[in-house]
């Protein structure tokens, strides 16, 4: 069919090794549209400590899709927050730039304000970019400043990073024998949380979109 000239992308005729997006791109064949392209949403969310990132759970616990019940279309979140992790979340329907954004070879980069118990010595924090071994791989920070240290003796800190293990920030820091007490994303790819409260979103601008395709080198930004 697109051999034939049949097909046609955008109201442009195809041709083989074309490439379009079915959420993105309009797609007809024989002029009649096989599917219409879908609003893209890019939203930002303060995600609040207690909540699922995940669209239902079984067991009637809080998701995040309880936080934005005022979106017409279907998003997903882009990667995930651990239930007592706070901070801000991406979700989008934009299924190409969800995957780019949470593929660890794109090293899209993470700040997190970290409360650990106690405070630890200077060598036990360097080893936060220096490495430290986890049981799947060596785990490090691209780096790691102190804040401050509370009354009560724990260190608050921020620690950049652009791998994304699963729970990586908590099994580091247990690693080096100082547990998460508090764990707060506040920024991801760029997005920052400073401007939400727990659980409010809002729209990303079309400038902050383009940013977010350039850091993974996308095209075709909506």
């Known amino acids: 069919?697109?051999?034939?000239?049949?097909?046609m992308v955008n109201g442009k005729i195809a041709t083989i090794g074309d490439k379009a997006i079915p959420q993105v791109d309009t797609i007809q064949v024989d002029g009649q549209s096989i599917g219409q392209a879908e609003s893209m949403v890019y939203l930002k969310l303060h995600?609040?400590?207690?909540?699922?990132?995940?669209m239902s759970d079984d067991r009637g616990r809080a998701v995040i899709t309880d936080l934005i019940t005022d979106i017409p279309?279907?998003?997903?979140?882009?990667?995930?927050?651990?239930?007592?992790?706070?901070?801000v979340l991406l979700l989008t329907n934009d299924g190409v730039l969800a995957h780019?954004?949470?593929?660890?070879?794109?090293?899209?980069?993470?700040?997190?304000?970290?409360?650990?118990?106690g405070n630890p010595t200077p060598s036990q924090f360097k080893k936060l970019t220096t490495g430290v071994t986890l049981e799947d791989g060596v785990a490090r920070a691209i780096s790691a400043e102190?804040?401050?240290t509370t009354p009560a003796g724990h260190l608050w800190f921020e620690m950049v990073l652009a791998e994304g293990k699963n729970r990586e920030v908590r099994r580091m820091c247990e690693a080096i024998g100082h547990p998460v007490n508090r764990l707060l994303r506040v920024n991801f790819a760029g997005i920052?949380?400073?401007?939400?409260?727990?659980?409010?979103?809002k729209v990303l601008t079309k400038d902050q979109v383009n940013a977010l395709y350039n850091m993974v080198n996308l095209t075709n930004s909506p």
């Open 47 to 54: 995600k609040p400590a207690g909540y699922l990132t995940s």
């Open 146 to 148: 102190r804040i401050r």
């Open 100 to 117: 780019a954004l949470a593929h660890p070879s794109n090293q899209v980069p993470r700040t997190y304000h970290i409360k650990v118990r």
């Open 1 to 7: 069919m697109i051999g034939a000239g049949r097909v």
């Open 73 to 87: 279309e279907r998003v997903y979140p882009v990667g995930r927050l651990d239930y007592n992790t706070e901070g």
């Open 192 to 201: 920052h949380v400073d401007d939400l409260r727990p659980g409010e979103t």
